[in-house]
């Protein structure tokens, strides 16, 4: 397990863990919408997996009207990418960037750190409300947890997880990512 500290401004496309900016992503992607309210969802994070990165998207057009904590209502959504990647084609309506990009940088789990903590990698998920740990969709087998997200450390670098955390899942057979969130 190693904890995501705060590791200052990044580029908005940066091949780094990171919260905000552009997505990284293959060719011929096309950018998620919200199932419940049809507008385009905002991205929240990019972060390692081995192979690869997970992408990390959720509503925040009309912030408490849409189910963006749930890992299956469709007002989030979180992508596996493998292969070369660049920066995705951003839409022009809808509120789907963060006000900053912050570098997300790992640091040993266990010894001080100096930064904010803006979330870990790996372990086991510290749920606030209790398990609730997504199956595949493809193949119904319970997911891996990957990351963990706190909301961050000001107002434009923030997540909107209403106090609470967000929590990332992969399935690494099927190339399948959930997200959700508690608080």
């Not at 809808?94 to 979330?119: D, M, S």
């Not at 690494?172 to 997200?179: D, M, S, T």
């Given at each position: ?72 209502a469709g007002a989030n959504r979180a992508y596996v990418f493998r292969g070369p ?58 997911m891996t947890f990957t990351a963990e997200l706190e909301e961050g450390a000001d107002?434009?670098t923030s997540a909107n997880f209403g106090g609470g955390r967000g929590y990332v ?15």
């Open positions: 397990m190693m904890l995501l500290v705060d590791g200052g401004e990044a580029v908005a496309d940066a091949p780094v863990p990171r919260t905000g900016g552009v997505p990284l992503v293959p060719e011929g992607f096309v950018w998620p919408d919200c199932r419940e309210c049809g507008d385009p969802l905002q991205f929240l994070a990019q972060l390692p997996l081995d192979p690869g990165a997970v992408a990390v998207f959720f509503c925040q057009n009309d912030p408490g009207m849409c189910d963006d904590w749930d890992a299956t990647l660049s920066a995705a084609a951003v839409p022009a309506e809808g509120e789907t960037l963060l006000g900053a990009v912050t570098a997300l940088r790992p640091h040993p789990a266990g010894t001080p750190a100096t930064e904010p903590v803006l979330g870990r990698l790996g372990g086991e998920p510290d749920w606030i409300q209790g398990d609730e740990t997504p199956d595949c969709p493809s193949c119904a087998t319970r107002f434009a899942f992969h399935c690494h057979p099927c190339g399948e990512a959930a997200f959700l969130w508690q608080r």
